[in-house]
């Protein structure tokens, strides 16, 4: 069999699937010394997920023209807060965004 | 000892399957038959170990030995059974599956094929197209640049939920449209490929910068076909960046209606597996 590998910038494509391998959750982290830890990173890795899915369907409906402006104010307040709590909640368990990534398949990832 | 496998064939023959190949740990690998099929095995003598970069490529030449005379389903890495009769069960058990897919791919092989693009300008392009088409609207990113873009939908300044609202808006915009050019740059690159391939999958950014990632299955007799389409691809002005690979065991193209134990997480496990190999490739490319 003739198999070939031609690359073009090996350096570039090696750092793009190491990110990619990076992006993979490995498993839960929830050992004795940090399971509240490994259950935070979890849970707001869920929440993040449901903020975002929120998020995008807010920017789709204005997109749409379909919200009146008191929607747009009402709906940039709940995201506001809502992106202020996950600030808050991330710094008290000590996570960072790349931290409570997730791969959602032909999605892509979560951050 | 454990039963270690490598994958399944179209064949029958317990002698044969292309020459004396050995497996892990040294040992010789046969073909355990069911029926017009059989599942090629190798005996793990040690217990399980760390499972280490050279096994990963052994079992990738294994598959490789086998791809040259049978159609080969490409098992998991590090697949194991406790004894010879748990491997018949499984063919047997699955076997309608096996014959479909081997049937399927009788004859086909698998290109991979990645394009990084240069998304930071692309986005920088977007954002000052924007700019020119409305310099009114100004938002700023990553907290170090001003940016200005076209927002169809006017929302005042004059609260913290609408000045949020917009921010978001106006990065929605720039992903929206960043996203766009991709579709449009994708089919360009697919439109050179599509006529010479049976199936196809493809993924749009998995990260900004990889454009494409690609897998092709091709017929045997259309490889030279398709690595010409390759050139023609990349010999187009732009500024992208390829990586061709292949041919390869059809990793991305097995579709089983229920999944055995062996390939409870095929297509993950068999990915990691190409991205093993894909990245031990580059970096000994790197390397030189």
């Given amino acids: 069999m003739n198999r070939v590998v031609e690359v073009d910038n090996p350096e570039a494509f090696a750092e793009e699937i190491t990110k990619l391998q990076d ?24 929440i993040e997920l449901i903020r975002k899915l929120l998020e995008k369907q807010a920017m789709r409906r204005i997109d ?28 008290i368990f000590g996570l960072k965004d790349e931290e409570l990534n997730l791969n959602l398949g032909p999605l892509g990832d979560l951050m | 000892m454990r039963i270690y496998t490598y994958g ?107 394009v990084i693009w240069a998304s930071e ?18 938002l700023k990113i990553d907290g170090e640049r001003s940016r200005t873009i076209n927002a169809n939908v006017t929302i005042p300044d004059n609260s913290p ?33 599509s006529r010479f391939v049976a199936e196809k999958k493809l993924e749009k950014l998995k990260t900004d910068n990889l454009l494409l990632n690609a897998y092709y299955l091709v017929e045997k007799e259309k490889e030279v076909d398709f690595k010409e389409a390759f050139e023609r691809a990349k010999n187009t002005p732009g500024d992208l960046k390829y990586l061709f690979s292949g041919p390869w065991p059809p990793y991305n193209f097995i579709n089983l209606s229920k999944r055995p134990y062996c390939f409870k997480d095929f297509i993950e496990g068999l990915r990691l597996l190409e991205k093993e190999t894909d990245t031990q490739n580059l970096t000994d490319k790197a390397s030189l």
């Fill in chain 2, 161 to 193: 939920g609408k000045n949020f609202a917009k921010e978001k808006f106006e990065n929605y915009k720039i992903d929206k449209e960043f996203s766009e050019e991709a579709d449009r740059c994708i089919a360009f690159l697919d439109d050179f490929f």
């Fill in chain 1, 23 to 46: 992006a993979l959750p490995k498993k839960i982290d929830a050992n004795p010394k940090n399971v509240e830890k490994g259950l935070a990173k979890l849970v707001l890795t869920l």
């Fill in chain 1, 64 to 91: 749409a023209g379909s919200l009146t402006e008191e929607e747009i104010e009402r709906i940039g307040e709940t995201l506001m807060k809502l992106e202020n709590k996950m600030h808050e909640l991330k710094v």
């Fill in chain 2, 8 to 114: 399944i064939i179209d064949s029958n023959a317990t002698i044969g399957i292309g020459g004396p190949i050995s497996g892990l740990e040294g040992t010789p690998v046969y073909n355990l038959c069911y029926r017009d099929i059989g599942a090629v095995v190798s005996k793990l003598i040690n217990p399980v170990k760390e499972i280490n970069k050279d096994d990963v490529l052994k079992h990738e030449e294994v598959v490789e030995r086998l791809m040259d005379n049978f159609t080969v389903l490409p098992v998991r890495f590090f697949t194991t059974f406790n004894q010879e009769e748990e491997v018949l069960i499984m063919l047997k058990e699955y076997y309608q599956d096996f014959k479909e897919n081997l049937d399927r791919l009788r004859n086909k092989v698998e290109f991979g094929i990645r």
């Fill in chain 2, 121 to 138: 300008t692309i986005k920088n392009r977007i954002i000052e197209a924007a700019k020119k088409f409305n310099p009114s609207i100004t």
